[in-house]
């Protein structure tokens, strides 16, 4: 087993609830924050990193433009959650994609904990929603259950 990467860690906790609870107030320490674990990072893993990003994003874009999220300051993505997607990459690359291997386990985490966030962040934030029907929840589990597979499997490039 891999040791676990407590700075990142920790620092992921505190960006998501500093980036939830207050949007773009923190937006530059979270930032900060993203800059400093890259630096500690090798060019795969900071590879690894943009690849995942870019790939939460592009779900969120998707799943906003479909109307499973919305935000109430803004037709597009909000500054915030794009942050949120670059700490959550840099946590799954340094601490949870080890934990993901097994694939059928890596779906099954992530299309539970993944829509299980939206829904906290949603009642925490103010900002962001996340309708209501069965075919929201479907669709994130579904979105979220392959983004858990892809980020277990990303693991190959860097480890």
């Known amino acids: 087993m891999t040791k676990m990467n407590w700075p990142v860690l920790i620092g992921f906790k505190l960006s998501w609830f500093a980036l939830v609870l207050l949007q773009n107030m923190l937006l530059i320490p979270v930032l900060l924050f993203v800059f400093w674990a890259l630096w500690r990072c090798n060019r795969a893993e900071r590879l690894a990193w943009l690849a995942l990003a870019a790939v939460g994003i592009a779900l969120d874009s998707v799943l906003q433009y479909n109307g499973v999220l919305s935000f109430t300051s803004s037709e597009w993505l909000p500054l915030w959650m794009l942050a949120l997607w670059l700490v959550f990459s840099l946590v799954v690359v340094q601490v949870f994609s080890a934990y993901l291997q097994n694939y059928w386990l890596a779906a099954l985490i992530a299309a539970v904990s993944g829509p299980m966030a939206y829904l906290g962040g949603a009642a925490l934030s103010g900002q962001m929603q996340v309708s209501n029907t069965t ?3 479907i669709a ?20």
């Open 140 to 159: 994130l589990a579904l979105c979220w259950g392959c983004f858990g597979v892809l980020a277990g499997w990303s693991r190959r490039f860097y480890a």
């Open 135 to 137: 075919e929201a929840y």
